[in-house]
């Protein structure tokens, strides 16, 4: 040992444990009984579609959770992803509307459309929905305990749309736990 510390994961730990003891012993076998714990994990995949009517926020909340009950996964993470360039998602407050509308007018002022943009090939709102996305995120991680996402009392997940256009969204949902 050489005095440092290693930050190790709890699964990472268990199979060395149980390597290095394979390796003590000489045996062609190996005790997987405490490796049981990962037998439990699962990762499940899901997907749903977001119709929107154009720029503004929409609130999924209700339908990643309903992708955690569809899976029985009750400890463990959710990471919703978003597959486009010209909307996002975010958590944010969910119980007044005027909040989303106050973050929504400041994208509008901080990202004009009428401003001088080189790319512009799908009309004057192309290049300020790529810019509004690089500045939020096309992912948000929740940890669930209980079968539920612990969010906050306020806090919802919503899909950003920065384009006028009405749009079909795709949501990939990855469940990971036990």
Same mark, same amino acid.
């Not at 989303?100 to 400041?106: G, L, M, P």
């Given at each position: ?5 290693i930050?190790?994961h ?20 190996c ?8 037998? *439990?994990? $699962?990762?499940?995949?899901?997907? !749903? #579609?977001?119709?929107t009517?154009g720029?503004?926020? %929409? +609130?999924?909340? &209700? =339908?990643?959770?309903?992708?955690i ?12 992803f978003v597959?486009?360039?010209s ?11 005027? *909040?989303? $509308?106050?973050?929504?007018?400041? !994208? #509008? ?6 401003a001088? %943009? +080189?790319h512009d &090939? =799908? ?38 749309e ?6 079909r969204?795709?949501v ?7």
């Open positions: 040992m050489n005095g440092r510390l930050k190790q709890a699964l990472e730990v268990l199979l060395h444990q149980s390597l290095l003891g394979h390796r003590r012993a000489q045996r062609s076998t005790d997987y009984s405490k490796l049981n714990v990962i037998s *439990a994990m $699962r990762v499940q995949h899901e997907k !749903f #579609e977001v119709r009517n720029k503004g926020t %929409y +609130e999924i909340t &209700d =339908e990643v959770q309903a992708k009950d569809k899976s029985g996964v009750r400890n463990g993470v959710v990471t919703i597959q486009h360039t909307c996002s998602l975010t958590m944010m407050e969910n119980a007044a509307p005027a *909040a989303r $509308r106050d973050v929504e007018r400041f !994208f #509008e002022q901080l990202v004009p459309e009428d001088d %943009y +080189e &090939d =799908e009309g004057p709102d192309d290049m300020p929905s790529h810019i509004r996305m690089v500045l939020t995120r096309t992912s948000e991680s929740v940890p669930i305990v209980d079968g539920k996402m612990q969010l906050g009392t306020w806090q919802g997940i919503f899909l950003f920065h384009r006028r256009e009405p749009h969204r795709k990939l949902v990855t469940i990971i736990g036990e």
